[in-house]
């Protein structure tokens, strides 16, 4: 069912005409997994299920480099999501344990175009 | 001296007080290099010369999504970039040659936070 919201992350997400709303997030991590690749995959899969909720993409690469977008209908969608419990006990991890450095770059998307083979 | 702007492709990019502005590029390529390799590493170079730049992030994933966000002082540098001659030509190869899929969003980053040990 969650194939219906925003499809894979391995695909550019699939999102409706703007105006709508992203979340850049992007990070450095500490040594070691210590719990991350479990807490990252359930969080999408919990984002997926929020109001407003539009897709989301990821990727990290070889030098360790990551960055998620993930897409919203409001900011008030962003905020009820920043502030759900399972997701603040995810960020005090990450702050605590998983990043060594991120930056969170909330913004609106005005104009946007898609090309496929 | 490119160092001094947006540092390097392995960080977050450091980027000034929001108002600003990011180009948001996710694609999946097209089997094979063909030169795209060269050419991406060229187009971060060339777009760190550029009036309005900020800052370049970049990584693609190992299932093959890749996302490049390149931040702007104003929609109107974004604008000169997408014009500039050079990146004119490496746009045109893309859509013949290198990306399966892609999806451009300009947006607007109204807030943003940074966190480092």
Do not use: C
């Not at 962003?78 to 990043?99: F, S």
Request: charged residues 25%.
């Amino acid at each position: 069912m969650h194939q219906d919201l925003g499809s894979s992350l391995d695909l550019p997400a699939t999102t409706p005409e703007p105006p709508y709303y992203a979340v850049i997030f992007t990070s450095t991590r500490t040594e070691g997994d210590n719990g991350y690749a479990d807490m990252a995959n359930a969080m999408v899969e919990l984002a997926r299920q929020q109001p407003g909720f539009l897709g989301v993409e990821s990727a990290r690469s070889e030098s360790g480099l990551g960055i998620t977008v993930s897409y919203w209908n409001s900011l008030e969608s962003i905020r009820a999501w920043k502030e759900n419990e399972v997701h603040l006990e995810a960020q005090r991890r990450g702050r605590a344990e998983w990043y060594q450095v991120y930056h969170t770059r909330v913004s609106k998307i005005d104009y946007d175009y898609r090309v496929e083979r």
